[in-house]
DNA sequence: GTAAGGATTGGC
DNA sequence: CCAATCCTTACT
């Protein structure tokens, strides 16, 4: 099927993130093989003024990816032992990113990476240029039914940001 | 330089 | 319930 391009990941983070869902992302691995994974949650990290989004920090050297175009790769280690994969999104200078959560058959942000062996390498790859990570259309039909819950593990972030339901889940 | 804490997970 | 484990950020 065909990979999913640059207008795909240019738009919102609350229009991509529930998009993704039912989508395949593909690995390559090192050996040749590969594999596809339909994705199966998704959470939404949108701009500086999100609390929970690291770029509410400010443009840093870990966040400066998510300030570039969409389509980009944005890794980074949580709890100093688990890798999390994000996909940018929106123009350029505004920071947001889509946390891939759940795929198929590896439900959690930490097993996935672990299982697809994505790691500190693949911050800032292209996922219309890549040769061993990126995104394709699914052969069924885009018609999926969505859940929608608030984002885990991000009670500091206040208020409203806690509260906002930006975490999508495929209900089979 | 130093300290605090995290978009998680699995084991007790 | 809590430790693991290390990078990023902020600065008593």
């Known amino acids: 099927m065909?990979?999913?391009?640059?207008?795909?990941?240019v738009r919102d983070v609350l229009e991509v993130a529930p998009d993704?869902?039912?989508?395949?992302?593909?690995?390559?691995?090192?050996?040749?093989?590969?594999?596809?994974?339909?994705?199966?949650?998704?959470?939404?990290y949108r701009g500086q003024q999100d609390l929970a989004c690291h770029a509410s920090k400010g443009r840093t050297a870990r966040t400066e990816i998510m300030y570039h175009n969409g389509g980009q790769i944005y890794v980074y280690l949580i709890y100093g032992m688990?890798?999390?994969?994000?996909?940018?999104?929106?123009?350029?200078?505004?920071?947001?990113?889509?946390?891939?959560?759940?795929?198929?058959?590896?439900?959690?942000?930490?097993?996935?990476?672990?299982?697809?062996k994505i790691d500190k390498s693949f911050y800032g790859e292209d996922l219309m240029a890549s040769n061993r990570l990126w995104v394709e259309y699914g052969k069924e039909s885009s018609q999926v039914n969505i859940l929608t819950t608030p984002r885990i593990g991000i009670d500091y972030s206040g208020e409203i940001y806690k509260n906002k339901l930006w975490r999508f889940i495929l209900d089979e």
């Not at 065909?2 to 990941?9: A, D, S």
């Not at 994969?85 to 990476?113: C, H, M, W």
């Open 82 to 116: 688990y890798w999390m994969l994000n996909f940018v999104t929106s123009k350029e200078n505004i920071p947001q990113a889509v946390l891939i959560r759940g795929i198929e058959t590896y439900d959690g942000p930490g097993k996935l990476t672990k299982a697809l």
């Open 20 to 44: 993704l869902l039912g989508k395949y992302l593909v690995r390559r691995f090192p050996d040749g093989y590969i594999n596809k994974y339909k994705i199966t949650e998704v959470e939404a």
């Open 2 to 9: 065909q990979r999913l391009q640059y207008e795909f990941f």
